[in-house]
């Protein structure tokens, strides 16, 4: 079972998910969650870089560049003959379909598509809200977020815990990945996808969905 993400693509805020269906299967299959390329704060001592296997390719943190992440991680972590079953979250079920599209030797049984955003993100009340803030302000957050940067992580943890109060399932899980926000690095990669979500999620993929019908 494979779990590819929304935006922001952090796998910690699936943890409690993941858990629940690993356990729900009874421990027999291994249940994994990609996060998106760029948008976790690397451990103490990495510097965030551009795989090799893919640094030729354009735009490694858009929209083209996540769905190669992903096939990339399969190819490099998953045998050939292994069956797999897709889980995505918003605008991980276009991801899905894009891989289930470029990489039809990939050995698929079900893909679950959840509150999936596959069509016309900038024509909804809130992509006509957005679409604007993403495309040309996007660049005005990034000297708060550098400033937060250097708060204590405690401080930044509890600034998580006071901006999400309002949220009845929040667990701890959210919090502490939530800190991963205050990287500028991190921010500018999560805002760039949102904005080529924006312009590019337009016409449903109505031709991949027919020619996997009966796996999605």
Request: with cysteine.
């Amino acid at each position: 079972f494979v779990f590819l993400a929304g935006n922001p693509g952090l796998a910690g805020y699936y943890r409690t998910f993941i858990q629940a269906l690993y356990c729900g299967l009874n421990q027999q299959y291994p249940v994994w969650v990609v996060s998106h390329a760029g948008h976790c704060k690397p451990p103490s001592g990495m510097e965030m870089i551009e795989d090799t296997d893919i640094k030729e390719l354009e735009d490694v943190f858009g929209l083209n560049g996540q769905v190669e992440h992903k096939l990339n991680f399969l190819k490099k972590n998953v045998s050939k003959d292994i069956k797999l079953v897709l889980i995505a979250h918003s605008i991980g079920c276009y991801i899905t379909l894009e891989m289930m599209k470029r990489a039809s030797e990939l050995q698929v049984l079900r893909s679950v598509l959840l509150f999936p955003t596959i069509e016309r993100m900038a024509q909804s009340p809130q992509g006509k809200l957005m679409t604007p803030l993403l495309c040309k302000l996007r660049y005005v957050l990034y000297m708060p977020v550098y400033l937060l940067s250097f708060l204590p992580e405690g401080v930044k943890a509890s600034l998580v815990r006071f901006a999400l109060r309002g949220m009845k399932t929040c667990d701890e899980s959210s919090i502490t990945t939530s800190v991963n926000l205050f990287s500028v690095d991190c921010i500018a990669n999560i805002l760039y996808m949102a904005s080529q979500e924006m312009m590019k999620v337009v016409e449903r993929d109505s031709t991949t969905i027919k020619q996997n019908l009966k796996k999605v």
